[in-house]
């Protein structure tokens, strides 16, 4: 029932509420005495060199798009689990089907070194 | 007016004691896990305030409200001020679907805020969304560490998120329900946890949740010796509480969902046999708080044994090892219960 | 034109009941509207994280209103494969290439002249379909269509085979992921 989700919502403000309460009264109790130093960013005590934007290895790139195509994999398995009595037999060699596709993408990226972090 | 008092009044009362339980019993998961840490490395941990140092998470909470927020000159303060904020809100309304008792339990309220019949996908959906919280916090501080320290902790979280997934497949298929009520009474109804009819599944998730939350010896995205703090190194004061609360608040979800799926939640042990039933005078949400510290205490043991991994083994393990091996686990699975249907 | 959902008159009367249709129509009116003020912030703002952020605020509204639709399996995965694991592919994306964005190429001042004709031409479609549009009474969608059972079996028989087809897809775009990025390692 829909209504079984509002107890959700309620928890979200709650949730969303408790930071929000805890920064606004810390300010009235914390102190603030900003100054250069203390407001660089830290680089082990030294002056920050150049900016720590800079690109970045891209297999964290690869990662995040593995990552993609496995999770909408991940989420087809899950109706079929719920519903594996019913499917039996027939939802087996669907999914074996399934799963040995992709297999073949997964064997290619181990195999292509695309798993391994240099 | 029923409606209203059974979904919002009853509801609201249960959510603000369980954000009070969560809040103090994280305060202290962190005086336990100095403690624990502390025996493990022969010494005494906290002993200053309080007797034993029982005092020592409010002076720690305390000091968190009043000491300086400081927000770095080049950080981006907008997102620098709301990535807490997504960490933390995550780690806290999956609380929301987690059953801790029966449905008639609580003056027949039941031991839930609700029960929804996609409550497992709901609490995976919710973790899913907490990462952003860290890429953005790191992102935000504009600062060398705590940039390379998100990227390797959402790179380190988002590998383990799938074999992760794949391990709570191998549980559905044979609970056939994402109810986490229906699963917990399935195993009732069965006579047995899902633990003893899928082991590897259960190994592959907490390992994975311990990956997920970013703990030893999975915590390289903080490890200070080589990134100072990693993604929260600019975060000081009530901030950096945010973050740490939510880390905690994590270790606390990943470990009542394994004692869900696995050890089956409120159910005192052997439910099925009626010589056991002694063990009732325990109400149900106590036995699921039980079980919940025995495996809040096995991450402090290992955090306290093991030694961190190296980067390149970590993320070997996650798509190598345990994404296989939880992909081989459902397939072998469904085999199995083929056999039984 | 839209299928806004309506309540009859006869229900208006604040019973428990009409509350809550009243509460649902208002809630929808504030998922709606929020969708609609991220997704033009996502065009809008200069920063790339904003933007990002937007969609985030975006993606999870369609998710409240799939919700509404009680299609509660298909907001839960709008949840975990957008806000989730594209977003924070987005956000990788956003951190490798934020320091080269003064090194993008500018575009051709003279964009305007295709912009221009083929924006109005697309405002014009859209409205066109709108108003040809016949508005669906509220309530047409099959109680618990949009449940994991209900998309489950449906998935797994009568479209079996774009499930299948799915895994060729998805394998094409492991495929072309390591190829596209192998080259720069």
């Known amino acids: 029932m829909l209504v079984s989700y509002v107890p959700i919502i309620i928890f979200l403000v709650v949730a969303i509420s408790l930071p929000v309460v805890g920064l606004a009264a810390g300010r009235l109790l914390r102190p603030f005495n900003p100054f250069k130093e203390k407001l660089m960013p830290y680089e082990c005590g030294v002056d920050p060199e150049g900016d720590a934007r800079e690109r970045y290895s891209v297999r964290y790139y690869i990662i995040a798009i593995l990552f993609v195509v496995f999770d909408v994999e991940t989420i087809f398995l899950f109706p079929w689990a719920v519903l594996y009595r019913k499917l039996a037999l027939f939802g087996f060699i669907e999914m074996l089907i399934f799963i040995l596709i992709l297999m073949v993408g997964y064997i290619y990226i181990w195999k292509k070194g695309a798993l391994e972090w240099v | 007016m029923n409606i209203l008092v059974n979904y919002v009044v009853i509801p609201l009362v249960k959510i603000v004691v369980i954000v009070a339980i969560l809040s103090g019993g994280i305060a202290y998961l962190t005086l336990m896990e100095r403690k624990v840490i502390a025996r493990l ?51 806290f309304i999956v609380f929301s679907v987690i059953p801790f008792g029966p449905p008639d339990s609580l003056w027949g309220t039941g031991g839930y805020v609700t029960d929804v019949n996609i409550a497992l996908l709901f609490a995976v959906a919710v973790s899913s969304v907490g990462v952003l919280g860290v890429i953005l916090g790191g992102w935000a501080s504009n600062s060398k560490y705590p940039l390379l320290g998100a990227l390797r902790s959402s790179a380190q979280m988002v590998s383990y998120e799938v074999a992760m997934g794949f391990g709570i497949i191998g549980v559905l298929l044979v609970a056939n329900s994402l109810s986490l009520v229906e699963i917990v009474e399935k195993q009732r109804s069965m006579g047995v946890w899902f633990f003893f009819v899928q082991p590897i599944a259960f190994l592959i998730y907490y390992f994975c949740g311990m990956a997920e939350t970013n703990r030893l010896p999975f915590d390289l995205p903080e490890a200070e010796t080589e990134l100072v703090g990693g993604f929260h190194t600019e975060y000081s004061g009530f901030r950096f509480s945010l973050f740490f609360i939510a880390e905690y608040a994590n270790m606390i979800t990943v470990s009542s969902l394994a004692v869900t799926l696995f050890f089956g939640g409120w159910l005192r042990p052997f439910s099925s046999v009626a010589a056991l039933s002694f063990l009732d005078i325990i109400p149900p949400p106590l036995w699921f708080v039980i079980k919940v510290l025995i495996f809040l205490y096995i991450f402090i043991w290992v955090r306290g044994t093991l030694p961190r991994f190296r980067f390149d083994q970590l993320m070997r393990i996650g798509w190598k090892v345990f994404l296989p091996v939880a992909m081989a686990n459902v397939m072998v699975t469904g085999a199995i219960l083929l056999k039984f249907l | 034109m839209i299928a806004f959902p309506r309540w009859d008159k006869q229900c208006c009367p604040l019973h428990a009941g009409g509350l809550l249709k009243i509460m649902t129509v208002f809630l929808f009116y504030v998922f709606a509207a929020t969708a609609l003020i991220s997704a033009l912030s996502v065009v809008l703002q200069k920063k790339t994280i904003y933007s990002a952020l937007s969609l985030i605020v975006c993606l999870g509204m369609i998710a409240m209103l799939y919700t509404q639709l009680e299609a509660t399996f298909i907001a839960v995965v709008q949840v975990i494969i957008y806000a989730g694991a594209i977003m924070v592919l987005f956000l990788f994306v956003l951190m490798l290439l934020d320091p080269m964005s003064e090194a993008l190429p500018v575009p051709s001042k003279h964009i305007g002249y295709f912009a221009i004709p083929l924006g109005i031409l697309l405002a014009i479609l859209i409205s066109l379909a709108g108003i040809s549009y016949r508005a669906q009474p509220a309530g047409t969608v099959n109680e618990g269509s949009g449940d994991i059972a209900a998309v489950g079996l449906r998935l797994f028989s009568d479209y079996l085979l774009p499930f299948e087809a799915t895994s060729i897809l998805i394998l094409v775009a492991v495929l072309g992921a390591v190829v596209l990025a192998k080259r720069k390692l």
Not at chain 2, 43 to 60: C, E, F, K, Y
Not at chain 2, 64 to 88: C, H, M, N, Q, Y
């Open chain 2, 41 to 91: 490395q022969h010494r005494l941990g906290p002993m200053r305030v309080g007797w034993h140092g029982i005092l020592q998470p409010i002076a720690d909470g305390l000091k968190f409200i009043i000491k300086e927020d400081i927000i770095p000159i080049k950080a981006d303060r907008f997102v620098f001020t709301i990535a807490p904020g997504i960490s933390l809100v995550p780690a």
